[in-house]
């Protein structure tokens, strides 16, 4: 290197000229090749402009020189260096208008020389001052970090930050520096920096799948979604596989579409990174994935690929799509007319019953017409328009208004139309309209049917009242003149007139009984039997009905036995309808049941009901479902469904329950559950 070169204004130097060109022009090419990453070529033909219109006094030779350097693209930075040395030892008046910051110290880093742009930067015109008073843009012990080697920089000049990228030469102990301000360029450089992290970050939070590779084809950037969709282990991906192991492993996995020739197919896929335009295609893999892929050539080299899986949407595209479907072929199909109508008042849909039901041509309805325009059609076709009013006021109302509603509109040729209307989401409003005519007349046909019958069950009632009262008078003539010869007041009787007298007198009894049945029957189907509560002993309930029913049992040689779970006990319930069912639970089980047989009657209190239970050999157990029904045998006596409707009607009013079971050697029992007011202990 140049050890022994002094600067200075001798004018014997011209023989070292040609010498130190050769000498600095090896240098400037071997720094070339060290930096050629550091500048682009954009800022390159910018400089060589200026270096044009600075220094028109260098020479056309030194011209020549640049020119043919940059035709090379040699990096902005070497040729400044080259420029700089230029100056520093051919044209050394120059130095102070060089576009770069340049300075001289010596071994002690004291100032020597600067240049125009030194002095610049701190703002002092005076460079003799500057050098006299030795102001430092970059502090002494910055300085002595650089050896013979490039370094950055930082300084604050005047309140100001800068970054330089500085670079030493030591020649003659002397310490030549040139600095450039890379301020900006560290800025742009941390920006650019920034955004591409913030790139990153938004690319791995959306839900498209991204995966970027170089222009060797390596993965360089995947996002969260990629993994996902691929199920990739993220540790081979980090190893930046190539774009065909990507394929490969894709295949082995089914994940991309079956091929034919996969070869060819993976040849032609790669081709992107020969293109310059983007290209879309569908991936409909074999495990049902329906994928949409965008691939796009980066302008630096390289491919972008988005994977958009679109497989939830289509299936819901398709599921609507199938929703839609049989929803309007329901709405097509149904008998009631529907009629959409929009918030400004127009026909926004509608089913073939409502243009049959009003006689509207279909091609009309379709053009969207708004309500006044179809209440004028109707007018025409013979409705009265006063009928739609209504509908029309609801219909033209503001959105806040509509109100969902409901009526009936009569046509003048005696058809009833029901409407009603329902107020849907975007306000819009649906009517659906019935034709009611056919069932208006049946269901007045039924009311009629009804009353009817209500009327004649009243007189039923009313004849049934009257005929069993009139039956009671002469029915206790009887009874009571067969008591009176029974007890032989007019003399004595004999044996066979005793007989038939009690005869008469059995048969009087029941004929009463069955009058009073018929009498709380009737009662209890027209709804004026009232419930009268009080409180009874439950033991003195059932010794007075076995005593009614002793004759009875007498004569079929039946053993009646009563099970209380507590026989002190009294209840708070009606009286005469719990002696009744008991009695004619009893006479029923008495008249389904075998001579001589045995009859279990229990009664035990449950929570708030009581639970009537009998056991016996019944021989029919339809009798109490259906009690109308009876079958009569020479050897039984016969229980009449009159009895049995009572226990039902009197369970009924009293909210109870009644059940039919089975017990053991083919007994059958029949349980009632009637609730109770109030429980006391004697």
């Known amino acids: 290197m140049l050890e022994s070169i002094h600067l200075n204004n001798s004018a014997n130097e011209g023989s070292l000229i040609f010498l130190i060109l050769s000498i600095s022009l090896f240098i400037s090419i071997s720094i070339i090749v060290v930096f050629f990453y550091l500048s682009s070529i954009k800022s390159l033909s910018k400089n060589r402009i200026e270096i044009k219109n600075k220094h028109k006094k260098l020479d056309s030779f030194y011209i020549k020189i640049l020119s043919y350097i940059q035709r090379f693209k040699f990096p902005t930075i070497e040729l400044n260096v080259i420029f700089f040395i230029w100056n520093i030892f051919i044209v050394k008046k120059d130095l102070y208008g060089l576009p770069l910051v340049m300075w001289i110290t010596d071994k002690d880093n004291k100032l020597r020389a600067i240049n125009k742009t030194y002095a610049e930067i701190l703002n002092i015109e ?30 604050i000049v005047n309140g100001s930050r800068y970054i330089y990228e500085v670079t030493k030469f030591i020649r003659s102990n002397k310490n030549y520096y040139i600095a450039i301000d890379i301020t900006n360029r560290e800025a742009q450089s941390e920006i650019l920096s920034k955004q591409i992290l913030a790139h990153q970050h938004l690319l791995d939070k959306i839900t ?37 192991e990507i394929l490969d492993y894709l295949r082995n996995k089914n994940q991309i579409p079956e091929q034919i020739n996969y070869k060819k197919w993976r040849l032609d896929y790669l081709k992107i ?116 009013s209504n509908i029309y006021n609801n219909i033209i109302s503001s959105e806040n208004e509509r109100v969902s509603v409901a009526g009936e509109i009569k046509v003048d040729d005696n058809k009833i139309i029901n409407y009603r209307s329902v107020i849907l989401p975007d306000s819009a409003v649906l009517y659906s309209f019935n034709d009611i005519t056919d069932e208006s007349r049946v269901e007045n046909a039924l009311k009629e049917r009804n009353k009817a019958l209500i009327e004649a069950n009243n007189i039923k009632n009313t004849f049934m009242g009257h005929i069993s009262y009139e039956l009671r008078v002469p029915l206790t003539n009887i009874m ?65 009905i076995r005593s009614d029913i002793q004759s009875t049992l007498e004569f079929m040689g039946i053993k009646i036995i009563f099970s209380i779970d507590n026989p002190m006990q009294k209840i708070e319930i009606d009286k005469y309808c719990f002696e009744k069912i008991i009695k004619n639970l ?97």
């Open 480 to 544: 009571g003149f067969s008591e009176i010869l029974s007890n032989q007041n007019f003399g004595k009787i004999n044996k066979k007139q005793a007989d038939y007298l009690h005869d008469i007198q059995i048969s009087s009894k029941e004929l009463h009984s069955l009058i009073d049945d018929i009498l709380d029957l009737t009662a209890a189907d027209s709804g004026t039997l009232k419930l009268n509560y009080e409180h009874i002993s439950i033991q003195e309930s059932l010794d007075k």
């Open 208 to 244: 498209t799948a991204v995966a970027i590779f170089s222009q060797d084809k390596k993965l360089n950037f995947y996002n969260e979604a990629y993994v996902k969709l691929w199920k990739m282990d993220e540790e081979w991906l980090q190893s930046n596989p190539s774009d065909i």
């Open 586 to 682: 009893l006479t029923s089980a008495i008249g389904n049941s075998f001579v001589k047989n045995k009859i279990e009657l229990k009664i035990y209190k449950k929570n708030r009901f009581i639970e009537i239970v009998t056991y016996g050999r019944w021989q029919e157990m339809n009798t109490l479902i259906d009690p109308i029904s009876k079958k009569t045998n020479n050897n039984e006596f016969t229980a009449t469904g009159i009895r049995l409707s009572i226990i039902k009607r009197f369970v009924e009013i009293h909210n109870g329950e009644i059940s039919i079971m089975n017990n053991t050697k083919n007994d059958s029992g029949i349980k009632i559950k009637l609730p109770i007011k109030k429980q006391t202990n004697l």
């Open 126 to 155: 005076d460079k003799r001052y500057i050098i006299r008073n030795n102001i430092q843009i970059i502090q002494k012990n910055e300085l002595d970090k650089i050896i013979t080697k490039k370094i950055k920089l930082k300084t």
């Open 273 to 388: 990174y020969e293109l310059d335009n983007n290209s879309e295609e569908w991936w409909h893999t074999p495990d049902g994935k329906s994928i949409r892929l965008l691939k796009q050539p980066n302008p630096i080299g390289g491919v972008t690929y988005l994977y958009e899986n679109l497989t939830e949407k289509l299936n819901l595209q398709s599921d609507y799509n199938t929703l839609h479907g049989i929803q309007k072929q329901t709405i097509e199909n149904l008998y009631e007319g529907i009629a959409l109508f929009g918030t400004d008042g127009k026909l926004k849909l509608y089913n073939p019953s409502f243009a049959k039901l009003w006689n509207i041509e279909t091609n009309y309805l379709e053009q969207e017409p708004h309500i006044e325009n179809i209440i004028d059609i109707l007018e025409e076709n013979g409705v009265n328009k006063g009928l739609w």
